[in-house]
């Protein structure tokens, strides 16, 4: 992720949460440019904002956000959080151990804390390491050869550049989760959907109209025998979320999230 994407994709987060246009001001790139300097990954800072914004919408206040610095505290706490989980299992004092333990005693202790961390992660994902290792692998390449295959029919548009983007994000959460102490699932979860979130957005902007609108027709078929015994909130997300999936297969574009692992 070069230096120009970081502010350009926090800058895309926090407006669109926002929900209308708002150029950031010069203080609120200063920000940006001091989480680059202190080494905040970019899924990391983004899922900041996204709490952030989750929060605030939990309970709408008279008053608007206007500025990324709402975003600082959260942005700046997942990021505690996440250089913990960095150094987690590789804590501790020297081979000798600041009490005065002798080497062989310090390695007898490393071992353990070793197997206690590994036990401890075990326990907190919710499947194997290799296996979220391996999703998000498999995500990374469905997400490049969908572009690439939309880039060969021709199709330079919103769409392939959010999956180049996706890819590259995608390629840092691989880093990130093989070099983690102790990787929280949570946190990755939500760094995938945020993801999804993008991609079946360009999705919606770059198919046809006439598309989408047979797509919710198809969709609305596929629910009618049931629509009678759905409430209205529930039925209108069951159809978004058919139409969401019925478009992005037809563009080729694979979910992220751990559900599908």
Known sequence: MNYFNY???IEDAFVRRRGRHLLLSPIDWALIESWKEMGVPLHVALRGVETAFDSYESKPRRRTVKSLLYCQEEVEAQFAEWRERQTGAHGGGDATGRD???????ARAAEGNG???????ADALPFPREAITAHLASCRAGVA????????SGGGDELCDALARAASRLADLEKDFA????????????ALCDLEAMLDRAVRASVQAELVESSRREAEEQLKPYKARMSRDVYEQTRENL?????REGCGVPRLSLFYL
């Open 115 to 121: 197997k206690g961390a590994r036990v401890e992660e």
């Open 100 to 106: 005065g333990a002798d080497a062989e005693g310090g």
């Open 179 to 190: 070099a983690s102490a102790r990787p929280d699932a949570e946190l990755l979860e939500g």
């Open 243 to 247: 139409l969401a999936k019925s478009l």
């Open 7 to 9: 502010f350009t994709e």
């Open 145 to 152: 050869g969908a572009r690439e295959s939309r880039a060969a």
